[in-house]
């Protein structure tokens, strides 16, 4: 093979990109190419001569253009930091890092200790809190340093069952060091980074006494009050949810009970409905005016939400499901329209859902 053949390598022939012969630099001449196709990524993946080359994987994995059904499987083939650089790579697409951080988390038992080390020092950082489980202190350590690592990652592997003692006390170090820094930071008097008293001692006496157990109880109880909330937002979340169903099975009975007026005290007075294919409906009032029909002894209104969630403030909420409408025709045949609804809640000052903005259309 001439040293000038990726020079002259084309594009356009599948057989060119598929070749058994083709070498390394002209694939890596290929995936250097803006025009590039997904067709012709999707040939080189499958070329056997070419994907035994580690940079021709690498590049095949990080491309763009790259189809998924090509990337993900050639991930397996792929050495571990290189997995780490496409979970890094900013134009990988969300799929496929997480496919990469899976290979690694899988290997992470196989791996020797320098190796973790380094993971737990550059990778991801859902692969740096996996690591915040090892069993080594250095690599919990490194892990905690990593710039990937979000504090929710933290709590999280702090309230697992399996976490080690030394994560515990590594935290702790963290933020004993975190509290000094704001210590020093507040203005002691003659206390500087190089004549700073031991972590154990008094802080300029008289002023913070801060020691050792005091701060260790402060972080336990910082991170009991963070375990406590997550819990307690979780809770709410999913009494929230199941609330608005139940409120949702409320509002059918009072409509079938009681007719538009029954529909209508679940409606917030300055509500919105939003009618298929009419204007806008502003107002309790002017809803009302439009609701009538439900008086009708042949018309019958039911629905059932599918989904529901409540906003992180707890203020706000959303259902929506299929409803299904029966009545009859002028001539006293039966008319079903089936359809599908999306509603609004706001929470009110009494406690109570009221809707805000309601809306359907008809179809399955």
């Not at 709590?155 to 590594?170: D, G, H, I, T, Y």
């Not at 409905?273 to 009302?288: D, Q, Y």
């Given at each position: 093979?001439?040293?000038?053949?990726?020079r002259?390598?084309?594009?356009?022939?599948?057989?060119?990109?598929?070749?058994?012969?083709?070498?390394?630099?002209?694939?890596?001449?290929?995936?250097?190419?803006?025009?590039?196709?997904?067709?012709?990524?999707?040939?080189?993946?499958?070329?056997?001569?070419?994907?035994?080359?580690?940079?021709?994987?690498?590049?095949?994995?990080?491309?763009?253009?790259?189809?998924?059904?090509?990337?993900?499987?050639?991930?397996?083939r792929?050495?571990?930091?290189?997995?780490?650089?496409?979970?890094?790579?900013?134009?990988?697409?969300?799929?496929?890092?997480?496919?990469?951080?899976?290979?690694l988390?899988?290997?992470?038992?196989?791996?020797?200790?320098?190796?973790?080390?380094?993971?737990?020092r550059?990778a991801?950082?859902?692969?740096?809190?996996?690591?915040?489980?090892?069993?080594?202190?250095?690599?919990i350590?490194?892990?905690?340093?990593?710039?990937?690592l979000?504090?929710?990652s933290?709590?999280?592997?702090?309230?697992?069952?399996?976490?080690?003692?030394?994560?515990?006390?590594?935290?702790?170090?963290?933020?004993?060091?975190?509290?000094?820094?704001?210590?020093?930071?507040?203005?002691?008097?003659?206390?500087t980074?190089?004549?700073?008293?031991?972590?154990?001692?008094?802080?300029?006496?008289?002023?913070?006494?801060?020691?050792?157990?005091?701060?260790?109880?402060?972080?336990?109880?910082?991170?009991?009050?963070?375990?406590?909330?997550?819990?307690?937002?979780?809770?709410?979340?999913?009494?929230?949810?199941?609330?608005?169903?139940?409120?949702?099975n409320?509002?059918?009975?009072?409509?079938?009970?009681?007719?538009?007026?029954?529909?209508?005290?679940?409606?917030?007075?300055?509500?919105?409905?939003?009618?298929?294919?009419?204007?806008?409906?502003?107002?309790?009032?002017?809803?009302?005016?439009?609701?009538?029909?439900?008086?009708?002894?042949d018309?019958?209104?039911?629905?059932?939400?599918?989904?529901?969630?409540?906003?992180?403030?707890?203020?706000?909420?959303?259902?929506?499901?299929?409803?299904?409408?029966?009545?009859?025709?002028?001539?006293?045949?039966p008319?079903?329209?089936?359809?599908?609804?999306?509603?609004?809640?706001?929470?009110?000052?009494?406690?109570?859902?009221?809707?805000?903005?309601?809306?359907?259309?008809?179809?399955?």
């Amino acid at each position: 093979m001439p040293k000038n053949a990726s020079r002259e390598f084309t594009l356009g022939d599948s057989a060119n990109v598929a070749a058994s012969e083709l070498a390394e630099e002209q694939a890596l001449a290929l995936l250097q190419r803006s025009d590039v196709t997904a067709t012709e990524l999707a040939l080189l993946g499958r070329n056997p001569s070419v994907i035994k080359s580690r940079k021709v994987l690498r590049g095949l994995a990080t491309h763009p253009r790259s189809p998924r059904h090509t990337t993900i499987p050639l991930l397996r083939r792929l050495f571990t930091f290189d997995l780490m650089q496409v979970a890094l790579t900013p134009a990988v697409a969300a799929d496929v890092k997480r496919a990469a951080e899976e290979q690694l988390l899988n290997r992470l038992e196989s791996l020797s200790s320098g190796e973790r080390i380094s993971l737990a020092r550059r990778a991801s950082g859902r692969v740096a809190a996996a690591l915040l489980l090892d069993s080594e202190v250095r690599v919990i350590s490194t892990a905690l340093d990593n710039s990937h690592l979000v504090e929710a990652s933290v709590v999280v592997a702090l309230m697992n069952k399996n976490s080690p003692e030394s994560l515990f006390a590594r935290a702790c170090d963290r933020i004993r060091a975190e509290l000094l820094r704001a210590v020093f930071a507040g203005g002691c008097a003659g206390v500087t980074a190089r004549n700073a008293p031991a972590i154990n001692s008094p802080i300029c006496e008289g002023r913070f006494r801060i020691r050792r157990s005091e701060m260790k109880t402060k972080y336990w109880l910082a991170l009991v009050v963070v375990a406590f909330a997550l819990g307690a937002l979780a809770n709410s979340q999913s009494d929230g949810t199941a609330a608005l169903f139940k409120i949702e099975n409320d509002f059918m009975k009072a409509a079938a009970s009681h007719g538009s007026q029954g529909y209508m005290s679940y409606y917030a007075d300055d509500a919105v409905e939003v009618p298929n294919g009419s204007a806008f409906l502003h107002g309790k009032e002017n809803i009302a005016k439009t609701m009538g029909f439900l008086d009708k002894p042949d018309n019958h209104l039911t629905w059932a939400p599918v989904s529901a969630g409540i906003a992180a403030s707890g203020e706000l909420g959303y259902t929506y499901g299929r409803y299904e409408f029966s009545s009859k025709d002028k001539d006293g045949k039966p008319v079903v329209d089936k359809g599908k609804y999306t509603t609004i809640w706001r929470k009110q000052i009494d406690g109570s859902w009221k809707v805000a903005l309601d809306m359907g259309n008809s179809g399955q």
